[in-house]
């Protein structure tokens, strides 16, 4: 298992990059963005399986990585603000390297930098208001999930694994709202319903 200052700040690093991805993934238009997605994703749900024991598969991580270039290459072509898909991409960049052992960051200095990024989204997209908020939420929770770290890390990685896919779908929904779902989620975690799709893959 990882070390506990290392292992919290993997998970929350990557909780940050797969909620925030719901909102790329469902502006996607076509097939070939989405498989870019995909991978990308794949690289991403590789830190819930290493924090349970596994290897670090460099296939996968460089296969993210190139996916994740190639994604900012077509930011024009997600209809999203570009400056919000580009600070995706960087946040994105910054995870995987960290997971790859290449560079370190702290939960920090990823949280403070989501926040940014969020703020585009919600500046120029009419149905992310509330989004700055809601992200902020979301950073509070994976804190207090935080504190159980070190007395079963197991245990936390799966409640914030659990709530990130919860997360994800609310980030769906400020870019592609479902048929009367309450826009209404910056109060704190939504509850998951609504009929938006989703990556839906297990780790």
């Known amino acids: 298992m990882q070390n506990a200052a290392r292992g919290a700040a993997l998970a929350s690093n990557a909780s940050v990059v797969l909620r925030m991805g719901g909102a790329v993934f469902v502006a996607c238009p076509d097939d070939r963005l989405q498989s870019l997605y995909y991978r990308l994703d794949a690289g991403m749900r590789a830190v819930w399986r290493h924090l349970r024991g596994s290897d670090i598969h460099p296939g996968v991580v460089r296969e993210a990585e190139e996916a994740n270039r190639a994604l900012g290459e077509q930011s024009r072509a997600l209809g999203l603000p570009q400056e919000f898909v580009l600070g995706y991409r960087d946040l994105a ?3 995987l390297a960290h997971f790859a052992r290449r560079e370190e960051v702290s939960r920090e ?10 703020g585009f989204l919600e500046a120029e997209v009419a149905d992310a208001q509330g989004a700055v908020e809601f992200e902020r939420s ?16 197991l245990a936390t990685m799966r409640k914030i694994r659990h709530e990130t896919g ?38």
């Open 93 to 95: 960049a910054t995870a």
């Open 109 to 118: 200095e990823v949280c403070t930098r989501a926040l940014e990024v969020v």
């Open 138 to 153: 979301c950073q509070v929770a994976v804190g207090s999930l935080l504190e159980g770290w070190a007395d079963d890390p």
């Open 166 to 203: 919860v997360w994800a779908l609310a980030y769906q929904r400020f870019v592609a709202p479902a048929p009367g779902a309450d826009p209404d989620v910056a109060g704190g975690p939504p509850s998951g319903r609504g009929g938006v799709r989703g990556p839906g893959r297990a780790a």
